[in-house]
């Protein structure tokens, strides 16, 4: 593979070339160091496959997974590929199932992905004779599906093609951790439903989406109007000591118009004053106790874990967005709305009727997944420019405040470290 070199117009990270975009060996280089080697990725929730025998169909990078429990109560990830001729054998979404079956030639595999059936292994007789059948040295403990190294934490699993990656625990480094296990804090997740969207853009867009606190209070009309997510928010920005991952920590400040030396956070155009809720109920929001960390009780955190998922609480609404590479110029989407099992009824219906906000026809993310798009058509029509990442500086590090786009230069550093070893 002859990979062209990209032109980096400073030594770091606050001018990143559309190339990054656009090249399809670049990206197929991405899959292998960040999807495949090294990385943990998310592939569901526990809550997904409560029962012995529940399964889901999902992806790591581009390479189809599967998520079982096994009748030990066990949790495995394989591969979605035959040993035999490389059928990707499961088509459902999920299911319950006692086994594997791939339907081209038959042959069985346990819950774990052990084979465990092959017909005519042994021949076929006929006419006084055996005909055909596996060579005698053929071992079925050598020809299982590829499983993938599986981790479990607060109810959410990852998995790694990779059984040298380090724990889960060293992947997040203990700044994010420590924001993951205040959402996934040991109680019963469960599942309310899904969202799903396919993207034209490529997939580091979404990452970067969620490592901008500029864009939602001039992007999103619900945001700054409502006072869910605003530049005078009180807020902090904090990455691991990679910087590939991070979260954006916000409370929700007031809604309507801003005064004083803050008025300038509604002076823009997504700002509505006139906007109104024919339903008030929508924005009905009940403090919870584990939003509590130390002194603050923030009503929003995103969390991005590089490559594959993004954790969000906003206010009520909690879930799992995962992105789901597909070629350089596109990415599907899925995102899978959860409450946990000691709600109400009363904060279930609000963690749902919340949810309206996200998703592909969401009051806020629809916007996200137009300007991706827009983004992305540029890109591909003007490969040898750059974008302007400098708001904030051109550094890197930890802030206290929305103005800054810190997060995406860091993303890019680790990206380059990677990418260019």
């Known amino acids: 593979m002859t990979e062209h070199s990209i032109h980096w117009e400073t030594e770091g990270t606050s001018r990143v070339p559309f190339a990054v975009y656009t090249d399809e060996d670049r990206h197929k280089k991405e899959l292998e160091r960040f999807f495949y080697k090294s990385h943990w990725s998310y592939v569901g929730l526990e809550a997904e496959i409560p029962n012995p025998g529940d399964f889901k169909r999902t992806v790591v990078g581009e390479r189809s997974v599967i998520m079982t429990r096994a009748a030990d109560g066990q949790i495995h990830v394989v591969e979605n590929v035959c040993a035999h001729r490389g059928m990707q054998f499961c088509r459902e979404r999920h299911g319950n199932k006692k086994e594997f079956v791939c339907p081209y030639h038959q042959w069985s595999y346990s819950l774990k992905g052990d084979l465990q059936g092959v017909p005519f292994r042994r021949g076929v007789r006929q006419d006084g004779k055996v005909n055909g059948g596996m060579p005698t040295d053929f071992d079925p403990k050598d020809h ?20 040298n990656v380090e724990s889960l625990e060293d992947f997040m480094g203990p700044t994010i951790l420590k924001y993951f296990d205040r959402l996934f804090n040991g109680r019963k997740l469960v599942v309310l439903g899904y969202n799903r969207q396919r993207i034209p853009g490529n997939w580091k867009l979404m990452q970067e989406n969620i490592k901008d606190p500029y864009h939602p209070g001039l992007l999103h009309t619900w945001f700054v109007t409502f006072g869910l997510w ?23 400040g007031s809604a309507g118009q801003a005064t004083g030396a803050a008025a300038q956070v509604t002076q823009v155009s997504s700002f509505k004053e006139s906007m109104q809720l024919h339903d008030a109920s929508f924005l009905d929001i009940v403090p919870e106790g584990w939003w509590q960390m130390g002194e603050q009780m923030p009503t929003a955190v995103m969390m991005t874990l590089f490559p594959s998922v993004i954790f969000q609480q906003q206010v009520n609404s909690v879930s799992t967005r995962h992105i789901q590479p597909d070629g350089h110029g596109a990415f599907d989407f899925v995102w899978t709305h959860f409450g946990f099992e000691d709600d109400t009824p009363e904060m279930t219906e609000r963690r749902l009727r919340q949810s309206n906000l996200f998703g592909p026809a969401g009051f806020v993310s629809a916007d996200d997944g137009e300007v991706i798009e827009f983004s992305q058509q540029a890109f591909e029509t003007k490969p040898e420019h750059r974008m302007l990442v400098e708001l904030g500086g051109r550094d890197v590090g930890e802030t206290d405040h929305m103005v800054t786009e810190t997060l995406i230069r860091g993303m890019y550093a680790y990206w380059r470290k990677v990418m260019e070893a």
Do not use: P
């Open 230 to 252: 605003r530049a005078d928010n009180k807020s902090e920005l904090r990455m691991d000591a990679h910087h590939r991952h991070a979260a954006m920590i916000s409370t929700r």
């Open 144 to 163: 299982g599906l590829t499983a993938l190294k599986v981790a479990t934490r607060g109810g959410v699993v990852f998995a790694s093609f990779d059984h």
